[in-house]
């Protein structure tokens, strides 16, 4: 089994800043990208930021330069939000492409999710 927990979501004013953390556990025998998805009250669920292994992040444009994602080791990712928004309000969950064992594959596994609301 593959577990995902996210945590640092909460309620912050306009202009403030948050740090998500996803924390992947459980049978793992590596892990590509992690991912931050994000899915507001009434509308689709959205990508918001990818970070791999060793590569460069990439973000939601309406996120780059607010948002950033990194790496820590190969089971934890971060996302600092700064300069939030309202409309950044949303349930941000965690995904990561685990293989659980050598040759086996990727397959994506999900947090909860945490809940982030921007108001004043």
């Known amino acids: 089994q593959v577990q995902l927990v996210e945590s640092g979501g909460g309620l912050v004013q306009p202009g403030g800043s948050l740090r998500l953390s996803c924390v992947a556990s459980g049978s793992i025998f590596s892990v590509n990208d992690m991912g931050w998805f994000r899915q507001a009250p009434g509308k689709q669920r959205e990508w918001v930021a990818t970070?791999?292994?060793?590569?460069?992040p990439k973000y939601l444009a309406s996120v780059q330069g607010r948002f950033t994602t990194s790496r820590n080791g190969t089971k934890i990712a971060y996302m600092k939000m700064s300069s939030l928004k309202p409309e950044d309000t949303a349930v941000y969950y965690c995904s990561a492409a685990v293989e659980q064992t050598e040759s086996a594959g990727f397959y994506d596994y999900w947090g909860q999710g945490t809940q982030v609301t921007v108001s004043s």
């Open positions: 970070v791999g292994p060793g590569g460069t």
